[in-house]
């Protein structure tokens, strides 16, 4: 049975049998309920999903995705809704899972280095949490106040500490997942380290929402640093500031987090923030953690490399407020960015290894030339991460085909660099054919041999990656 | 509805990234357990849906409008800097001229016409200039202080919101026919069983001139003269009519050549410090908020007041803080009042948090009451004695979640607090 919206007396029979699972207030189905589940902050994908139904226990999702599977109506798992590439837009139409009412922390514990936590609770939240028994969990996505942690897991996300920490895929100990058939399953162990069997885990963290629906989750967490120190550097050169990197990696430092900024970021964090921030090419953000003496030794040596790599402006944050304000710079300038440009905001996704970081950067520029497109540019510099920001107007159909088409030659120029088309916002509707190109036919038919084992009836998410 | 100038309305909605951040800080959202319809992000989507035809305009859609606060707390954090409690009124306006909203929207909407018109939303205007009875204070002036009809009258709104928790919608008629009740004499009924409710709100008003006379601040007061600001039509969607009002207000103001506005209530002060100036044209009377103006005496004359020993948390109402910009003022009254220990609550200045007021909580007590509880139950957190404010619309939903909650504390009007202690040094 393919539910979709229109299709009101078999919407109306399933809408009763869901109302016996969740209740009525748990089931959506007028259009000004559904609406909002038609997007996510891909913005330019969208779909009406028939249902929305919102969960609060995993014996709920149990029920709800065995009668999915049944009469095969897909079934697409939303936490935050805040994916860049269309993962949560139902574009086969059914039913949207909102998980965002699970939304417990379980347990915390600080002697086992773990914490067990529902999907729908959010990253921030959890931050908050953990740091009040001085852990934290390292991936750290720019959505963190808004994005839940079965979202981070799905989508494998990384952030700006990804750097020294890795991703979700490294932080991760089990999961309780129920799979497309309706069977609730638990993957990995609660202890630290395992070594048994296929790990199914991390195949399903990442997976999109394509292998089954997370309901728990066993996360890894470790202590807090004793201290973390801020610094910030401009330059007026990106170049300079792509050698800069090169530099402080050579020196043997890992800082947590190195971010690029160019000017465009700059400029609209300024209009934001008001922070009376120089006018540079570029802006630099690094963060060290460790010890105390530790941090101190490496700030020393990483504000002489900066200076020597030509930075105009090296500053240390004095105090939690400053480093709170230089953190904004990042995660809310290309936000702020149609303050500037009048404009809807497009942030892409690439990764290349670090010493073809220059070169990429360049060409970014030069082909955003060549498609008349103003783009800004974020990337994670440390790890080789770039988002190329476009600033598209929507209404403008020949804009967006420009953009479409500039998107994809930005990916297969990071691919002819060695580097891959998605370093964390994934695949999703966007990137279905990339991923194509990046994996090749035989990988991808073991991927779909995987999905086909796991969702023989194509319900879980259909119409994502190239699966 | 998908009319050209609604889709010129909605292309500021395409600078949305969708992030997200408003969620993390709408008080409606939050006791709606994150269903994405009822928040910010979603009722942008749902004003997009409108304006490009791929919703119908339907009272369910304009219920979805109708549960914005207008709290701008999603202002505050957008880096965009999008106002979803403006295009909220904005969708309003359009679902109230296409007739898509709910029979009892439509009956409270029709009675904030009537009470606007007759100078009073709560149909109390025979006895709004009540509260001044007793005071010296000239009709007429360059300076006028604005009583408005929510401080005047607040206590009918308390008696309002109470009945809409009765059964049956019993309470729902009732509040829609008020006007009429008033008109035909209930008011001489409510004036006598609800003394005490009445006396607090208009405490406010006394305390406030009687503080800007010891100061020497000269005011007048229009009393039963005084217009509606006519903010309530805005905040229900009567945007053409709000228009119309506001030059009719201007035109009053001019003939008595009034200069500047005092107000205690934020609401109002906030619509001619924000609204008026986008609706009428050549506005140039300065407004201000009664804290400012004490505070500014305060600092200019080095003045503190001794007060009975007591810790307070002041309680930012967002019209006062997201709307007037004045967030240090009331801080720089309570840390000059000896004794007065001022503990911040987590959400406090700029980023304050709702207490479930703003106009619609007629329409939705319950929701509205819930979120008041919280409010203050993190207020208590800091473990004050009293929850001090300066809005009558907050002191009737924190006086309801103090109820709510059932806790000890007190809520105290910041001007009451100041006369107290600056009566005892003036005698």
Same mark, same amino acid.
């Given at each position: 049975?393919?539910?979709?919206?229109?299709?009101?007396?078999?919407?109306?029979?399933?809408?009763?049998?869901?109302?016996?699972?969740?209740?009525?207030?748990?089931?959506?189905?007028?259009?000004?309920?559904?609406?909002?589940?038609?997007?996510?902050?891909?913005?330019?994908?969208?779909?009406?999903?028939?249902?929305?139904?919102?969960?609060?226990?995993?014996?709920?999702?149990?029920?709800?995705?065995?009668?999915?599977?049944?009469?095969?109506?897909?079934?697409?798992?939303?936490?935050?809704?805040?994916?860049?590439?269309?993962?949560?837009?139902?574009?086969?139409?059914?039913?949207?899972?909102?998980?965002?009412?699970?939304?417990?922390?379980?347990?915390?514990?600080?002697?086992?280095?773990?914490?067990?936590?529902?999907?729908?609770?959010?990253?921030?939240?959890?931050?908050?949490?953990?740091?009040?028994?001085?852990?934290?969990?390292?991936?750290?996505?720019?959505?963190?106040?808004?994005?839940?942690?079965?979202?981070?897991?799905?989508?494998?996300?990384?952030?700006?500490?990804?750097?020294?920490?890795?991703?979700?895929?490294?932080?991760?100990?089990?999961?309780?997942?129920?799979?497309?058939?309706?069977?609730?399953?638990?993957?990995?162990?609660?202890?630290?380290?395992?070594?048994?069997?296929?790990?199914?885990?991390?195949?399903?963290?990442?997976?999109?929402?394509?292998?089954?629906?997370?309901?728990?989750?066993?996360?890894?967490?470790?202590?807090?640093?004793?201290?973390?120190?801020?610094?910030?550097?401009?330059?007026?050169?990106?170049?300079?500031?792509?050698?800069?990197?090169?530099?402080?990696?050579?020196?043997?430092?890992?800082?947590?987090?190195?971010?690029?900024?160019?000017?465009?970021?700059?400029?609209?964090?300024?209009?934001?923030?008001?922070?009376?921030?120089?006018?540079?090419?570029?802006?630099?953000?690094?963060?060290?953690?460790?010890?105390?003496?530790?941090?101190?030794?490496?700030?020393?040596?990483?504000?002489?490399?900066?200076?020597?790599?030509?930075?105009?402006?090296?500053?240390?944050?004095?105090?939690?407020?400053?480093?709170?304000?230089?953190?904004?710079?990042?995660?809310?300038?290309?936000?702020?960015?149609?303050?500037?440009?009048?404009?809807?905001?497009?942030?892409?996704?690439?990764?290349?290894?670090?010493?073809?970081?220059?070169?990429?950067?360049?060409?970014?520029?030069?082909?955003?030339?060549?498609?008349?497109?103003?783009?800004?540019?974020?990337?994670?510099?440390?790890?080789?991460?770039?988002?190329?920001?476009?600033?598209?107007?929507?209404?403008?159909?020949?804009?967006?085909?420009?953009?479409?088409?500039?998107?994809?030659?930005?990916?297969?120029?990071?691919?002819?660099?060695?580097?891959?088309?998605?370093?964390?916002?994934?695949?999703?509707?966007?990137?279905?054919?990339?991923?194509?190109?990046?994996?090749?036919?035989?990988?991808?038919?073991?991927?779909?041999?995987?999905?086909?084992?796991?969702?023989?009836?194509?319900?879980?998410?259909?119409?994502?990656?190239?699966? | 509805?998908?009319?050209?100038?609604?889709?010129? #309305? =909605?292309? &500021?909605? *395409?600078? %949305?990234?969708? !992030?997200?951040? $408003?969620?993390?800080? +709408? @008080?409606?959202?939050?006791?709606?357990?994150?269903?994405?319809?009822?928040?910010?992000?979603?009722?942008?989507?749902?004003?997009?849906?409108?304006?490009?035809?791929?919703?119908?305009?339907?009272?369910? #859609? =304009?219920? &979805?409008? *109708?549960? %914005?606060?207008? !709290?701008?707390? $999603?202002?505050?954090? +957008? @880096?965009?800097?999008?106002?979803?409690?403006?295009?909220?009124?904005?969708?309003?306006?359009?679902?109230?001229?296409?007739?898509?909203?709910?029979?009892?929207?439509?009956?409270?909407?029709?009675?904030?016409?009537?009470?606007?018109?007759?100078?009073?939303?709560?149909?109390?205007?025979?006895?709004?200039?009540?509260?001044?009875?007793?005071?010296?204070?000239?009709?007429?002036?360059?300076?006028?202080?604005?009583?408005?009809?929510?401080?005047?009258?607040?206590?009918?709104?308390?008696?309002?919101?109470?009945?809409?928790?009765?059964?049956?919608?019993?309470?729902?008629?009732?509040?829609?026919?008020?006007?009429?009740?008033?008109?035909?004499?209930?008011?001489?009924?409510?004036?006598?069983?609800?003394?005490?409710?009445?006396?607090?709100?208009?405490?406010?008003?006394?305390?406030?001139?009687?503080?800007?006379?010891?100061?020497?601040?000269?005011?007048?007061?229009?009393?039963?003269?005084?217009?509606?600001?006519?903010?309530?039509?805005?905040?229900?969607?009567?945007?053409?009519?709000?228009?119309?009002?506001?030059?009719?207000?201007?035109?009053?103001?001019?003939?008595?050549?009034?200069?500047?506005?005092?107000?205690?209530?934020?609401?109002?002060?906030?619509?001619?410090?924000?609204?008026?100036?986008?609706?009428?044209?050549?506005?140039?009377?300065?407004?201000?908020?009664?804290?400012?103006?004490?505070?500014?005496?305060?600092?200019?004359?080095?003045?503190?007041?001794?007060?009975?020993?007591?810790?307070?948390?002041?309680?930012?109402?967002?019209?006062?803080?997201?709307?007037?910009?004045?967030?240090?003022?009331?801080?720089?009254?309570?840390?000059?009042?000896?004794?007065?220990?001022?503990?911040?609550?987590?959400?406090?200045?700029?980023?304050?948090?709702?207490?479930?007021?703003?106009?619609?909580?007629?329409?939705?007590?319950?929701?509205?009451?819930?979120?008041?509880?919280?409010?203050?139950?993190?207020?208590?957190?800091?473990?004050?004695?009293?929850?001090?404010?300066?809005?009558?619309?907050?002191?009737?939903?924190?006086?309801?979640?103090?109820?709510?909650?059932?806790?000890?504390?007190?809520?105290?009007?910041?001007?009451?607090?100041?006369?107290?202690?600056?009566?005892?040094?003036?005698?």
């Amino acid at each position: 049975m393919h539910l979709r919206a229109g299709d009101p007396s078999v919407i109306e029979e399933i809408v009763q049998r869901l109302v016996r699972v969740v209740g009525q207030r748990n089931v959506l189905s007028s259009p000004e309920d559904l609406y909002p589940y038609s997007m996510d902050a891909s913005l330019e994908y969208r779909a009406m999903p028939s249902l929305v139904v919102r969960p609060c226990t995993p014996e709920e999702v149990v029920e709800i995705v065995t009668l999915a599977n049944k009469e095969k109506i897909p079934v697409v798992a939303r936490g935050g809704g805040t994916n860049f590439v269309g993962g949560v837009v139902p574009v086969r139409s059914g039913i949207v899972l909102d998980l965002t009412r699970m939304n417990k922390i379980l347990e915390i514990s600080r002697t086992d280095l773990r914490c067990d936590v529902e999907p729908g609770v959010i990253h921030g939240d959890l931050e908050k949490e953990l740091g009040k028994s001085g852990l934290f969990w390292p991936p750290d996505p720019g959505s963190s106040e808004s994005c839940t942690i079965g979202g981070v897991l799905s989508t494998n996300a990384g952030g700006m500490r990804a750097l020294k920490y890795g991703t979700a895929r490294d932080w991760i100990l089990g999961l309780q997942v129920v799979l497309p058939n309706g069977e609730m399953i638990r993957t990995g162990a609660r202890t630290l380290k395992s070594n048994v069997g296929y790990d199914l885990t991390r195949l399903i963290v990442g997976s999109e929402g394509t292998l089954g629906v997370i309901t728990e989750a066993s996360l890894k967490v470790r202590p807090a640093p004793e201290t973390t120190s801020r610094l910030s550097a401009f330059f007026n050169e990106m170049e300079k500031a792509g050698a800069a990197v090169a530099k402080i990696f050579e020196s043997g430092v890992t800082p947590v987090i190195v971010e690029l900024m160019d000017r465009n970021v700059i400029r609209a964090a300024n209009e934001w923030l008001h922070l009376g921030l120089p006018d540079a090419e570029a802006s630099m953000l690094i963060d060290l953690d460790g010890t105390k003496e530790e941090v101190e030794y490496t700030a020393k040596k990483v504000e002489h490399i900066l200076t020597e790599a030509g930075a105009t402006d090296v500053q240390r944050a004095a105090s939690k407020e400053e480093m709170e304000q230089l953190y904004l710079i990042r995660r809310e300038g290309q936000i702020a960015l149609p303050r500037l440009t009048g404009k809807m905001t497009m942030p892409h996704d690439f990764c290349v290894p670090l010493s073809k970081l220059p070169e990429a950067l360049r060409k970014v520029q030069e082909l955003a030339e060549k498609w008349k497109m103003p783009v800004a540019i974020l990337s994670h510099a440390g790890d080789g991460n770039v988002h190329p920001i476009f600033s598209v107007d929507v209404t403008d159909s020949s804009e967006i085909k420009r953009a479409r088409e500039l998107n994809k030659e930005i990916c297969m120029m990071a691919l002819d660099l060695g580097g891959t088309v998605s370093g964390e916002h994934g695949i999703g509707i966007d990137k279905a054919e990339l991923m194509e190109h990046e994996c090749g036919e035989d990988s991808l038919r073991v991927m779909r041999s995987i999905k086909r084992a796991f969702d023989p009836n194509n319900i879980m998410n259909p119409g994502k990656m190239a699966v | 509805m998908a009319s050209p100038a609604l889709r010129e #309305l =909605a292309k &500021k909605l *395409y600078y %949305c990234e969708h !992030c997200g951040l $408003c969620r993390s800080v +709408c @008080p409606i959202l939050r006791q709606s357990s994150q269903e994405e319809s009822v928040g910010p992000r979603g009722r942008k989507t749902l004003f997009l849906g409108l304006a490009e035809g791929q919703l119908n305009p339907s009272p369910a #859609l =304009a219920e &979805k409008f *109708y549960l %914005c606060a207008t !709290c701008r707390a $999603c202002y505050f954090k +957008c @880096p965009a800097g999008i106002d979803i409690g403006e295009f909220s009124i904005l969708a309003r306006h359009e679902l109230v001229k296409a007739q898509a909203v709910s029979p009892f929207v439509r009956r409270v909407t029709s009675s904030v016409r009537g009470g606007v018109t007759r100078g009073d939303i709560f149909g109390a205007a025979r006895t709004k200039a009540k509260w001044s009875r007793g005071l010296d204070i000239p009709g007429n002036g360059e300076t006028l202080f604005f009583a408005s009809c929510m401080d005047s009258s607040m206590a009918y709104g308390e008696a309002l919101l109470g009945l809409l928790q009765l059964p049956l919608r019993i309470g729902e008629r009732l509040v829609s026919a008020s006007g009429t009740l008033q008109s035909i004499g209930l008011y001489h009924l409510f004036e006598s069983a609800a003394q005490g409710s009445l006396r607090f709100y208009r405490n406010a008003l006394v305390d406030s001139v009687k503080s800007l006379q010891i100061l020497g601040v000269d005011v007048a007061y229009m009393r039963d003269e005084e217009p509606c600001c006519g903010v309530a039509l805005h905040t229900y969607g009567l945007v053409d009519e709000f228009s119309e009002h506001a030059r009719k207000v201007q035109k009053i103001f001019a003939e008595k050549g009034v200069k500047r506005l005092i107000t205690h209530n934020p609401i109002c002060g906030a619509a001619f410090k924000t609204l008026y100036p986008q609706f009428v044209k050549d506005w140039n009377i300065e407004v201000k908020h009664v804290t400012e103006v004490v505070a500014e005496k305060m600092s200019e004359h080095d003045l503190r007041f001794p007060s009975k020993k007591t810790t307070v948390t002041y309680h930012d109402p967002c019209f006062l803080a997201r709307y007037m910009n004045v967030v240090e003022e009331p801080r720089t009254i309570l840390k000059r009042m000896e004794n007065i220990q001022l503990v911040e609550p987590p959400h406090s200045k700029v980023d304050t948090y709702c207490d479930g007021g703003g106009g619609v909580e007629l329409l939705y007590p319950d929701v509205c009451q819930d979120i008041a509880e919280s409010r203050v139950k993190e207020l208590v957190s800091t473990g004050a004695e009293k929850i001090v404010s300066c809005c009558p619309v907050c002191a009737l939903m924190l006086k309801e979640g103090i109820r709510k909650a059932g806790v000890k504390a007190q809520y105290a009007d910041i001007m009451t607090l100041f006369y107290e202690a600056a009566k005892s040094v003036h005698r």
